[in-house]
């Protein structure tokens, strides 16, 4: 078992170690990197090709033999040199960054694949500002380990050993032991470095999701703080945020510029070396002037990749942290799974629960307790019950959203829990409480199914749920772009279209939660008087704190505290004179209920209900 950082349990797969992710892509792309670091190779052995330009004319120079035509000559060496060297490694570079950027696609996809599978409860206590840094900043280190890292990485390690091996066999070999010497420092000190700048850099990226947290925090409840007064408020803790966030970027700055230093400082006690020691070398003669000046190269070259090493260790450290974090969420696997799926396309909708208690991750107190019912296909159920009695915990065990226990759910004779997802999901029209709608067109948000539907069905379910002539007078009509969340509509015109897009799907069971509580009362009775025929054949479900939804289901239960304490038709509860009939007396003292008609088939339905204004 793995157990997150909020204590919630989840299950390991057996191979999930943080390590796999550059790896498998690495591994992946073996040839694509063996290519760059070829490159890389290349790109340093011309650099190496410098200093020996620069010995020769030095050399030419001592001896006197320079001259206009030698010194142009050297010129033109040193020019080539240069244009070549910069040819191979913007052609290296070029091949990184891209290996790079697949790298980050490649993870960004996976994450977001994976969270899709992850089930409801993984959501509830997380933060949407720890998941848009999963998204962004940690993925932005794995891309910067994958390039920058990797290149740096490779060239590092070959200058440095090709120009000790230049320094020591064209030079001298015990000048460039002893100027080599104080370099193993360098070993010691990355150790020394290394799980601080981890650390600090696992506290820059949580420090980052805190102040994502903030700002979105902030986007989405602006009318709230502003409502109450609460600017001075969310600036102050705005600020406590942003001084973290930059405290935290504080501490990992001064660990990688303590290590920064200590590398200038160990690479300046081998220039001292090569100066005082190879210049008494030059003067007695053992090395020419030419040697020396190409030494001298030689060792300036390696000043900027030894300097560099700080920083690749602080990527790789970065990228360490990143990848645990990425990783440990890829690590979990999703608690509702198809295991041992039926071999099911289509359902009609008949649902038997039989003694359903179940409790919510980390509660003691059951959500809903020894539920037994019977809807049989095609009949209307009536759900009611206080807040919190347990009505919408129902609805999403029908779901799968969380898992009841196996066997207390079974739908057309088959164990929910063995009826493949998509096809469960596929066969339910669901419009839920709290009206999600998305920040794009409203014909997009009404044709949200994996299979497009024609313009005349998506205004037919439309004008169903009785929103089409409300979106007609809009400027754009259904190409009305609707703001984050669909704040451009009010509560009533979001439910009808969260109400048209489950109605457009065709459903087996239709399940209605709480899906008219913010529309008028004259639209609702008109809203069920054209569902009647819809649901025809249909397995629903309605959920609701009004009577006026459920009186005219096959079947009603009032649900309190997970229990149904009461079932039968809306004549028979008023009758028994229970809660439900004391619901319905308090909700006619406040607004009459529609009286029932019958229409031409004989079928009752309500007249217009009384309302004022």
Same mark, same amino acid.
Do not use: C
């Given at each position: 078992m793995y157990r997150d950082g909020r204590g919630e349990a989840q299950v390991l797969k057996p191979e999930a170690r943080w390590e796999r992710l550059f790896r498998e892509h690495f591994w992946q792309n073996r040839g694509g990197y063996a290519f760059a670091f070829v490159l890389i190779i290349g790109a340093v052995m011309t650099q190496l090709l410098i200093p020996k330009v620069l010995e020769s004319f030095a050399d030419a120079y001592a001896a006197g033999t320079l001259s206009p035509l030698t010194a142009l000559e050297h010129g033109f060496w040193l020019l080539l040199v240069a244009v070549l060297m910069a040819a191979i490694r913007i052609a290296s570079r070029l091949r990184l960054y891209h290996l790079g950027r697949k790298f980050e696609r490649s993870v960004r996809s996976r994450l977001f694949a994976h969270w899709l599978r992850l089930?409801?409860?993984?959501?509830?206590?997380?933060?949407?500002?720890?998941?848009?840094?999963?998204?962004?900043?940690?993925?932005?280190?794995?891309?910067?380990?994958?390039n920058f890292g990797v290149m740096m990485l490779v060239e590092v390690i070959f200058l440095v050993s090709l120009?000790?091996?230049?320094?020591?066999?064209t030079v001298h070999p015990l000048l460039t032991f002893w100027v080599l010497l104080p370099l193993p420092l360098l070993s010691l000190a990355a150790y020394v470095f290394r799980r601080r700048i981890q650390r600090h850099s696992r506290g820059v990226q949580e420090a980052f999701a805190d102040l994502n947290t903030r700002v979105q925090e902030f986007c989405s409840g602006i009318q709230v703080i502003k409502a109450f007064v609460q600017e001075p408020a969310e600036l102050a803790r705005y600020e406590?945020?942003?001084?973290?966030?930059?405290?935290?970027?504080?501490?990992?700055?001064?660990?990688?510029?303590?290590?920064?230093?200590?590398?200038?400082?160990?690479?300046?006690?081998?220039?001292?070396?090569?100066?005082?020691?190879?210049?008494?070398?030059?003067?007695?003669?053992r090395i020419t002037l030419g040697q020396f000046i190409a030494f001298h190269t030689y060792l300036a070259q390696l000043i900027w990749p030894i300097e560099s090493i700080g920083r690749v260790i602080n990527v790789f450290q970065r990228a360490a942290a990143a990848e645990q974090r990425i990783a440990g969420i890829l690590a979990m696997e999703p608690s509702i799974r198809d295991e041992e799926a039926l071999p099911v396309r289509t359902l009609k909708g008949h649902i038997v629960i039989r003694d359903l208690t179940f409790f919510y991750p980390g509660n003691s107190r059951p959500a809903l307790h020894g539920v037994t019912l019977d809807i049989p296909a095609g009949s209307t159920l009536g759900v009611v019950g206080r807040v919190g009695s347990g009505k919408s915990t129902l609805v999403q065990l029908l779901l799968r959203l969380f898992d009841p226990p196996p066997g207390s759910?079974?739908?057309?004779?088959?164990?929910?829990? @063995? &009826?493949?997802?998509?096809?469960?999901?596929? =066969? /339910?029209?669901?419009?839920?409480?709290?009206?999600?709608?998305?920040?794009?067109?409203?014909?997009?948000?009404?044709?949200?199914?994996?299979?497009?539907?024609?313009?005349?069905?998506v205004h037919g379910a439309a004008s169903l749920a009785h929103i089409h002539e409300k979106i007609m007078q809009f400027p754009r009509q259904y190409g009305t772009l609707l703001g984050e969340r669909g704040v451009t509509l009010s509560g009533g015109q979001r439910q009808r279209v969260c109400m048209a897009r489950a109605l457009l799907k065709e459903p087996s069971i239709l399940i209605l939660?709480?899906?008219?509580?913010?529309?008028?009362?004259?639209?609702?009775?008109r809203i069920l008087q054209d569902l009647r025929r819809y649901r025809s054949g249909?397995?629903?479900?309605?959920?609701?704190? @009004? &009577?006026?939804?459920?009186q005219d289901a096959d =079947? /009603?239960?009032?649900?309190?505290?997970?229990?149904i304490v009461e079932q039968g038709t809306h004549d028979a509860l008023l009758a028994a004179g229970g809660v439900y009939a004391q619901m319905a007396a308090r909700q006619q003292r406040e607004e009459p209920l529609?009286?029932?008609?019958?229409?031409?088939?004989?079928?009752s339905f309500h007249g217009k209900r009384h309302t004022s204004g």
């Open positions: 089930p409801a409860e993984y959501y509830q206590g997380r933060r949407i500002g720890d998941l848009m840094a999963h998204a962004t900043n940690d993925i932005n280190l794995l891309r910067e380990k994958a120009s000790m091996v230049m320094m020591g066999v406590e945020a942003n001084r973290g966030n930059v405290e935290a970027n504080r501490r990992l700055i001064q660990s990688s510029a303590a290590f920064a230093a200590m590398s200038s400082l160990i690479v300046g006690l081998s220039f001292l070396i090569a100066l005082t020691y190879g210049g008494w070398l030059a003067m007695e003669g759910i079974q739908v057309d004779g088959m164990p929910l829990e @063995r &009826i493949p997802l998509a096809v469960l999901r596929s =066969q /339910i029209g669901y419009v839920p409480q709290d009206n999600f709608l998305f920040s794009t067109a409203i014909y997009d948000n009404i044709d949200f199914h994996p299979v497009s539907h024609t313009e005349a069905e939660d709480d899906s008219l509580s913010a529309v008028d009362a004259d639209t609702e009775t249909r397995t629903t479900i309605i959920v609701s704190h @009004r &009577i006026s939804s459920v =079947q /009603i239960i009032v649900l309190d505290e997970g229990r529609p009286e029932k008609r019958l229409d031409g088939a004989g079928r």
